[in-house]
């Protein structure tokens, strides 16, 4: 766990992804589900072994993903609210 130190917790790495990513800052606060999630894989990972580009390119990933269902799912309830409005 190069880089890391010896004794690095998940909750460690949580508290360091909250306040070093804005991305994650949000998603902690509106989805801490999905927040979670990301903070899971990107501790496995690091476990793992896995290099810094690989572990950065997880939680990217992720992170993109999970703000496109997000949005999706948004546009749905707007167009929802906007089919009710209409009846």
């Known amino acids: 766990m190069s880089g890391h130190g010896p004794d690095l917790t998940r ?3 949580a508290a360091v992804l909250s306040k070093t ?6 998603l902690k ?3 801490p589900n999905n927040f ?5 894989d990107y501790y496995e990972s690091i476990l793992k ?3 810094e580009a690989e572990t ?10 999970v703000y496109f269902k997000t ?14 409005g209409d009846d």
């Open 11 to 13: 909750d460690d790495t």
């Open 21 to 26: 990513v804005p991305v994650l800052q949000s």
């Open 29 to 31: 606060v509106r989805f």
């Open 36 to 40: 979670n999630s990301v903070v899971d």
């Open 49 to 51: 072994g896995r290099t």
């Open 56 to 65: 950065t390119d997880l939680v990217r990933a992720k992170a993109v993903s």
């Open 71 to 84: 949005s999706s799912a948004r546009r749905r309830r707007c167009a929802r609210r906007l089919q009710q």
